[in-house]
Every structure is written in C-alpha cells, then in structure tokens.
C-alpha cells in the first residue's frame, strides 16, 4: 500500500521568508511518480512538478525547489523568498507507474504568508 | 498537455437527488479518475474509469453511490446519487496515459448539498 505523510499541517510565515514543506512517502513500488501540487483558494489542483523514483536529481523552477531523498523516502518542497500570492495548500502525491492520473495524496500543508 | 474540462464547476442541490458530472478531455487518454475532496480534507480516488468497461472502485465507493460512465477516450461522467450533505465536496476528474508521466486535473465541481 502506498502513503504519504504531510506532517505539517499548518505553517505561517512572513512575506521574504524561506519555507519548506515535507513530504515523507512509502511504497512497495520500484518505480513510482512523486508530485507536488498547489491548491489555492479557488479550489482547482495546480500541477507544480513531478519527479521519477529513478532519477534523484534535485530541481529549482524560479523560486521553487524540490530535494528528493530516495534513503530518507521523502521529497521536500522549498519556497525561497515568499511571497502572499503563494498562500495555498500544497499536496504531495505518489503514484506507481506506469499510472501517473492514480494517485495517493498526503493530507496537505496549509501555507499562509503574511505581507 | 491536455485540457480538462469540467461541468458544473458548481452546483448547489437538495438531498435526495443526484448529480452527474461530466468530465471532456482535448486529446485521447488511456486512463481516466475520479476523485473526492471532501471538505478541508486530502484528495481521496473514488474510482478509475474504464473504456469500454465496469469502473473500478475503491475501497469505500460503490457503484449504486457513484456510478461512472467512459463512452470514449476522451468523456466521462461521475454521477453522485442519492445526495446527502455528507457528500458535500469537490469533486475531480483526472487523466493519464500508461507509460506517460503526466497527470492532469480538471477545475473540479464544488458541490453543496442542502
């Protein structure tokens, strides 16, 4: 069975601050998908970045990074510089393959920054 | 990437009744899923709709609740019947194709029932 764990469940910070949101998953799976999205208040998923159980080689989009740690099982998400607009919750997600569209998600992380 | 269109986006209905959902995709996609928000809580998948088959359900979803069609490769729709306030969620559909490594989301359908 596969599980995500958000153990964060709120986190406030001010405007400028660095933030990281963790994402511990298991899986019996070889090969699997990890995915972060974003849900701001208007409800919709948005997809911010997805990442191969084979290739551990960590990202930065802009303001954002991710370190995936296969040792550790966790895929953490990193906010440099926030800002208000990234007010949202975040959801970390694990799929097998070669099924990207099923996933399970962790129970997400409610992000609040204050100007 | 594909787009995902969702109708309603929002509906408000009376207990007792039912709602389908629809769910039309700009591209054929292999796999099609249906999933549950509940209110302030995760993304739960209620089922994987099959082409041309039965949907599989998961754990806690039945059929006669949430019945699901897939026509084609490229439409589906869920229907919650016999609402309750309890299913008060979001509701999303959501695609993918075996051996592609994309996951897409429609905008959801906030339903609200009274």
């Known amino acids: 069975a596969q599980k995500v764990t958000q153990a964060q469940t709120e986190i406030s910070v001010v405007e400028k601050e660095d933030v990281t949101l963790d994402c511990v998953y298991e899986t019996r799976d070889t090969t699997y998908y990890l995915f972060w999205y974003k849900q701001p208040p208007s409800g919709e998923l948005v997809f911010l970045i997805r990442?191969?159980?084979?290739?551990?080689q960590n990202e930065i989009s802009g303001r954002y990074s991710w370190n995936f740690q296969k040792s550790t099982s966790s895929f953490n998400f990193t906010i440099t510089a926030s800002q208000v607009v990234d007010s949202a919750v975040y959801f970390c997600?694990?799929?097998?393959?070669?099924?990207?569209?099923?996933?399970?998600f962790g129970d997400g992380t409610t992000l609040t920054v204050k100007p | 990437s594909a787009v995902i269109s969702q109708k309603p986006s929002r509906d408000i209905c009376q207990r007792g009744t039912s709602l389908t959902i629809q769910c039309q995709v700009d591209s054929q996609v292999t796999m099609m899923f249906w999933y549950r928000q509940q209110p302030g809580q995760s993304l739960t998948l209620i089922a994987t709709?099959?082409?041309?088959?039965?949907?599989?359900?998961e754990s806690g979803f039945v059929i006669d609740k949430f019945p699901i069609s897939r026509p084609n490769l490229t439409f589906s729709t869920l229907t919650v019947s016999n609402m309750s306030p309890e299913d008060s969620s979001i509701y999303l559909c959501?695609?993918?194709?075996?051996?592609?490594?994309?996951?897409?989301f429609g905008q959801g359908t906030r339903l609200t029932v009274v």
């Open positions: 709709a099959n082409q041309g088959s039965e949907a599989t359900y």
């Open positions: 990442r191969n159980s084979f290739d551990e």
């Open positions: 959501s695609v993918g194709a075996t051996g592609r490594t994309e996951a897409f």
């Open positions: 997600a694990l799929s097998a393959f070669p099924n990207a569209g099923k996933s399970t």
